[in-house]
């Protein structure tokens, strides 16, 4: 073993609710704005399948449950589904998925798993997205009560607990660039949304230490994505800079730091599109700062400065900074178009060390979309060579941090079995786990056998 592992390294794997659980009008569950925009309201830009069509975890948590510990898992994440603990968004607990989250970490227990569990990820229930989702103040308050009621319920076995799974992603979806729900484009309300998701954290957290939850720690989870300039021209490094303050730090510094950096501000600032503020703001985000942050790495973002000078008299936008640059001879995943570079997560760790106090932080997310991968399969099984060299050079990456001094504590791959995607539906698998959709049959790939080995000796 020439990569060992601290002691009690946490190996899993990260899952949402609205990608695996399926049972979509089940039991009770309101709608959540995924359910809508595939099933209600045609989707514009894709002929695929919506959310009602997943890997069932819903009706087979059980045995799935039993395959992750078969595979060594010693922690899972998963999401709880604000729509189904509280349909509407507001009011009372749906029992019928009081029982189900209590059934799943349970059962987790008892496999000697620990759960993970965040609260949000992308899956607004419909109606309060109605009155304008994360632009609407009165959501934050209704955030938190389902919050509350979470850790009521759950925080007697749940000690890790998540605020958000990249709050970015709804921002630059749903408010920047067109491609979730509610499709709207405008950075003011933009920065807005981002603004108020990171009071809902600040929030959530100060409701959290009202639990006294044994052992128990809050965090969030974002993509960090490392923000490297073309070259060393000041021009480069500035394009790099903003890209990193507007995709990192506007999460980051707030989360783990309690304030925003002031050279966002003044960008902000400068083009009248500073957020709406209420007095006590500052106080909440200086005092509920995490505990935990969650890592989630799949490539990083290469930035030169901009080529041409951008529109004055259009609508500001953040990439009136920089145009986004495709360094030569970069290493791809020919299998569906992302640039790996494992290396990036040594850097943020670095930056996590040196910048923010060390924080304790884990591997989140990482892993590895693969389309059509069923021409890997022999003999019945998914041959995912190339799935273990990319989950193997990362961890090579994480492993020297780590070494170097680096709080980093685990690492989750996305994701425990092929899921259903936001945009892609099934396109991209991911999972250790492949699933077939007709007969729900799962079949584990080479990768969760080398998992299994890892986690058995902490290391490879
Ligand atoms: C992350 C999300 C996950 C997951 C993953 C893979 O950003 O947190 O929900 O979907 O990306 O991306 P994709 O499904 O688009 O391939």
Known sequence: ITHKFPEGFWWGSA???TQIEGAAHEDGKGLNIWDYW??????RFFDEVGPQTTSDFYHTYKEDIARMKEIGHNSFRFSISWSRLIPG????????AVTFYNNVIDELLAQGIEPFVNLFHFDMPLELQEIGGWENRKVIDLYVDFANKAFGLFGDRVSKWFTFNEPIVPVEGGYLYDFHYPNIVDAKKAFQVAYNTMIANAKAIKAFRNHSIKDGKIGIILNLTPSYPRSQNPADLKAANIADLFFNRSFLDP???????KELIDVLKEHGHLPTVEAEDK????ENTVDILGVNYYQPRRVKAKESLPN?????????????????????????????????IYDIMINLKENYGNIESFISENGMGVQN??????????EDDYRIDFIKGHLTWLHKAIHEGCNAKGYH????????????AYKNRYGFFSVNLETKERTAKKSAYWIKEVAKNNGF
């Open 283 to 286: 106080q909440l985000l200086k």
């Open 413 to 424: 791959l996305w994701t425990f079995m092929d899921n259903w995607s936001w945009m892609n």
């Open 373 to 382: 991968e069923e021409r890997f399969l022999k003999d019945g099984r998914i």
């Open 255 to 261: 989360a783990v730091l309690g304030e925003y950096p």
């Open 312 to 344: 004055p008299y259009g609508p500001f936008m953040p990439d009136w900074f920089f145009d986004n640059y495709e360094m030569p001879g970069r290493k791809m995943n020919p299998y569906r178009g992302w640039e790996i570079y494992e290396k990036g």
């Open 38 to 43: 595939y099933e209600k309201e045609p989707n």
């Open 15 to 17: 899952t949402s609710a």
């Open 89 to 96: 968004g507001e009011g009372e607990v749906n029992e019928k």
